[in-house]
């Protein structure tokens, strides 16, 4: 199983980037995924999460609104489009499947597995 995350760079604050995560190795279509977030010496973060059909979104309550997660299963890519970046947004993006036995929070890493090597963002004020 692999995902490959991608799309980061440099953007000035109040840009946009838009991220994509390939996957392979599993049916993509089976399970949820979900974004996170590492900034430079702090803990991973929960991004957005998104259900295995699209149907249902969650977000972190500081990218609502700006942050949009989808994904096409045609492609077994979820993406993470990114808008009204500021300096807060610059970290490490990862993307990972959702552990369908895991029935805890969604906003907890541990429900999470299969972590893609992650994508540089940064955001120059």
């Known amino acids: 199983v692999q995902l490959q995350a991608y799309g980061g760079g440099l953007v000035q604050a109040g840009g946009s980037l838009r991220l994509s995560c390939a996957a392979s190795?599993?049916?993509?279509?089976?399970?949820?995924m979900g974004w996170f977030r590492q900034a430079p010496g702090k803990e991973r973060e929960f991004v957005a999460a998104?259900?295995?059909?699209?149907?249902?979104?969650i977000y972190a309550d500081s990218v609502k609104g700006r942050f949009t997660i989808s994904r096409d299963n045609a492609k077994n890519t979820v993406y993470l489009q990114m808008n009204s970046l500021n300096a807060e947004d610059t970290a490490v993006y990862y993307c990972?499947?959702?552990?369908?036995?895991?029935?805890?929070?969604?906003?907890?890493?541990?429900?999470?597995?299969?972590w893609g090597q992650g994508t540089l963002v940064t955001v120059s004020s």
């Open positions: 990972a499947f959702r552990n369908p036995i895991y029935g805890g929070n969604w906003y907890l890493s541990t429900g999470y597995q299969y």
């Open positions: 190795g599993r049916t993509f279509s089976s399970y949820a």
């Open positions: 998104i259900s295995w059909s699209g149907g249902g979104t």
